[in-house]
């Protein structure tokens, strides 16, 4: 799974355009093209993905601290690349935009919950105390949810661009 050297700039690039898209998007709260980058980057990189991924996260914690907010970063996105790496390979075509976008859309409606157990380790809340942050987050994992639904709709263009660059890199050499 060692990356070449021009797939190192890629995914460098990548992790900084899924940087780069967080920072501007921060006006709205919650809403964010992450999981669209996270997912088309799993379909077409498959593994090599959570190298684009764990750039994006290694920027955050450079960029907004190494605090105990950042900690779940490192699986929370791991988990949205695990689930699209159990998604077939090829889905039929008029499938993908809905599943793509059902799956972005889960992650959002359990971001909350998949950051808890974390916070609760860090923080040292009973179990209880947890479900209650949980609960606590339910509207803003409503708009995390619904905002990643409808992001999700870039999904198959942002695959479908990769895809081409792809191809027309595939003659390049180191």
């Known amino acids: 799974m060692k990356p070449t050297t021009r797939?190192?700039?890629?995914?460098?690039?990548?992790?900084?355009?899924?940087?780069?898209?967080k920072l501007l998007m921060e006006v709205a709260p919650n809403i964010h093209l992450l999981g669209v980058f996270t997912i088309a980057f799993t379909v077409?990189?498959?593994?090599?993905?959570?190298?684009?991924?764990?750039?994006?996260v290694i920027l955050n914690g450079i960029f907004c601290g190494?605090?105990?907010?950042?900690?779940?970063?490192?699986?929370?996105?791991?988990?949205?690349?695990?689930?699209?790496?159990?998604?077939?390979?090829?889905?039929?075509?008029k499938l993908r935009p809905f599943v793509y976008m059902t799956v972005c859309a889960a992650h959002g409606f359990l971001f909350g919950t998949l950051y808890a157990p974390a916070q609760a380790v860090l923080f040292g809340m009973s179990f209880q105390g947890m479900v209650s942050w949980i609960i606590a987050g339910?509207?803003?994992?409503?708009?995390?949810?619904?905002s990643n639904f409808f992001c999700g709709i870039l999904i198959v263009p942002v695959i479908s661009a990769l895809r081409l660059a792809e191809r027309s890199m595939a003659g390049g050499s180191d």
Not at 7 to 21: D, K
Not at 76 to 82: E, F, M, N, R, Y
């Open 7 to 21: 797939e190192i700039t890629i995914f460098a690039m990548l992790g900084a355009v899924m940087y780069a898209s």
């Open 44 to 56: 077409v990189y498959r593994k090599k993905a959570l190298y684009p991924i764990y750039i994006y």
């Open 66 to 93: 190494f605090a105990a907010w950042w900690v779940p970063y490192l699986y929370v996105w791991t988990v949205l690349w695990g689930v699209v790496m159990l998604l077939p390979e090829h889905l039929p075509k």
């Open 138 to 146: 339910l509207p803003f994992d409503l708009i995390h949810g619904v």
